[in-house]
């Protein structure tokens, strides 16, 4: 299976600063099946991109994905209060599916 | 609006079942596949099962393969996940969630049911 490592584990940025956050895969991912989740505490998962790039519906213009192969990351290029959260990538190139182990991002 | 509203989750006794089910609506039911996906208290996601929009075809995750069963009933637009021979390492958060073909990512999810596995 396709192990998805996630760095850094705690990310501790202010407002309106910029977040990147890196998926590295064990194995290539093919087509850039990827996506990214945020989750906020006692809600489920909502996807933010999927296809590595592609920003879903409903999510802002702040958020971008980028990378091939077997290195991702996604960028909030101004973080809104709301932001803060825990972030997982997700790859779909190759069964099963599987997910990174998250990244947290807190208020400094 | 889509919605997806799971429901059966509880205690359980390890080596016992439970049956959670995921009704849906707001999207034509069997245009999308249902998958489960689970969060042990916190850690990480994993996915557990699928079924397709017909439910013709069923996928499970190595971990409980031959204990979970996946099934939907078109009727209803619910998707239910029978579980038998419950472990401690079975206790999570169990999600559902939509994707529009199998081994996909996932566009809409429910706001999940707890298990708990102990005796």
């Known amino acids: 299976e396709i192990v998805l490592s996630q760095s850094p584990g705690t990310l501790s940025l202010s407002p309106g600063e910029r977040a990147t956050l890196s998926c590295r895969a064990s194995q290539s991912v093919s087509s850039n099946s990827l996506a990214w989740y945020q989750q906020k505490p006692g809600q489920a998962p909502r996807l933010i991109i999927y296809?590595?790039?592609n920003v879903a519906t409903g999510s802002p213009e702040r958020f971008s994905g980028s990378g091939s192969g077997t290195d991702f990351t996604l960028t909030i290029s101004r973080l809104e209060p709301e932001d803060f959260a825990v972030y997982y990538c997700q790859q779909y190139s190759r069964s099963p599916l599987t997910f990174g182990g998250g990244t947290r991002v807190e208020i400094k | 609006e889509v919605q997806l509203v799971e429901s059966g989750g509880g205690l359980a006794q390890p080596g016992g079942p439970l049956r959670l089910s995921c009704a849906t609506s707001g999207f034509p039911f069997t245009s999308y596949v249902i998958n489960w996906v689970r969060q042990a208290p916190g850690t990480g996601l994993e996915w557990v099962s699928a079924?397709?929009?017909?439910?013709?075809?069923?996928y499970y995750a190595n971990s409980v393969k031959g204990r979970f069963t996946i099934s939907r009933d078109i009727s209803k637009n619910t998707v239910f996940l029978q579980m038998s021979s419950l472990r401690d390492d079975d206790t999570a958060v169990y999600y559902c969630a939509t994707s529009s073909r199998t081994f996909w990512y996932f566009d809409f999810w429910g706001r999940g049911t707890l298990v708990t596995v102990s005796s």
């Open positions: 079924i397709s929009g017909s439910g013709g075809s069923t």
């Open positions: 296809d590595a790039s």
